[in-house]
């Protein structure tokens, strides 16, 4: 699990961990249906996937989804570097995503913003952009 800034009385920022565990599940299996169910669906979100420009509102945010798991051959991502935060009914999750696929390795780092629905942690933005040079 990543680290946690301060106790969690409250168990969300547990709660926030696994929802971003989700987000990777989902994306590793291509899985559309979990993608669509961990975002929040407003005019208001915001995806910026590695290289392309920013997508704003679900339309084009599960639009994208759709286009990348199309493809297949999604890659498995190892999230490090976790780092957790969380504000209210906001919280935001930075990490260095480490990607194999087909034998290829690579690095992005990520920033995962979640609001808290009052029931469950939903994606309101997803930035990933490539790591270029590791020191």
């Known amino acids: 699990m990543g680290v946690t800034e301060a106790n969690d009385p409250d168990g969300r920022r547990e709660t926030l961990l696994a929802a971003n565990a989700d987000f990777y599940r989902a994306l590793e299996t291509a899985d559309i249906d979990l993608m669509t169910s961990l975002w929040q669906h407003s005019s208001d979100v915001s995806c910026a996937h590695p290289g392309r420009a920013a997508l704003l509102g679900w339309g084009e945010v599960l639009a994208s989804w759709k286009s990348i798991f199309s493809f297949g051959g999604n890659p498995q991502i190892i999230a490090t570097e976790e780092r957790v935060v969380q504000r209210g009914q906001v919280g935001w ?29 939903r994606v309101i933005s997803h930035h990933a952009g490539p790591v270029l040079n590791q020191h």
Request: no cysteine; net charge negative; glycine share 10%.
């Open 93 to 121: 999750i930075t990490l260095t995503e480490n990607m194999i696929s087909d034998g290829h390795t690579g690095a992005a780092t990520a920033v995962n913003i979640f609001e808290h629905d009052g029931q469950r942690w």
